[in-house]
């Protein structure tokens, strides 16, 4: 079994399933309900606290083809948004709980890229 450095699972009433979100020594998972996102760290581009989620984007899985965004959303507040070198989802937007310790931890692993 593969050691999980960082796990956080929320449960909002109103999207019916848990998130989960989880970094790994090599990548960072999201998960909602059945649909599982993985983003390995050799794909990070780079990785930013946002402010908030617009309001329209709504809460659960979402996505805007437009942008090419994939929204764990289970909060409109401060989010992590991860924007990849590559693949069809150019920004992942996390709703973790505390933005600030997650990206902490991925600092601790060296695997952010400063810009």
Known sequence: MEK????EKQFKWYTLFPFRFRIYSNR??????SYKHEIPFSDIK??????????WVGWGLRVNPFSKT???SAH???????????GYWKRI???VKNPEKFIAYLRNLKFEKER
Do not use: D, M, T
């Not at 999980?4 to 796990?7: K, S, V």
């Open 4 to 7: 999980i450095f960082y796990e």
């Open 28 to 33: 960072i998972e999201a998960s909602f309900f």
């Open 70 to 72: 994939l929204y764990f």
């Open 76 to 86: 409109h507040g401060k989010c992590v948004q991860v924007e990849r070198k590559s």
């Open 46 to 55: 780079s990785i930013r606290i946002i402010n908030k989620i617009p309001w």
């Open 93 to 95: 937007v996390l709703s």
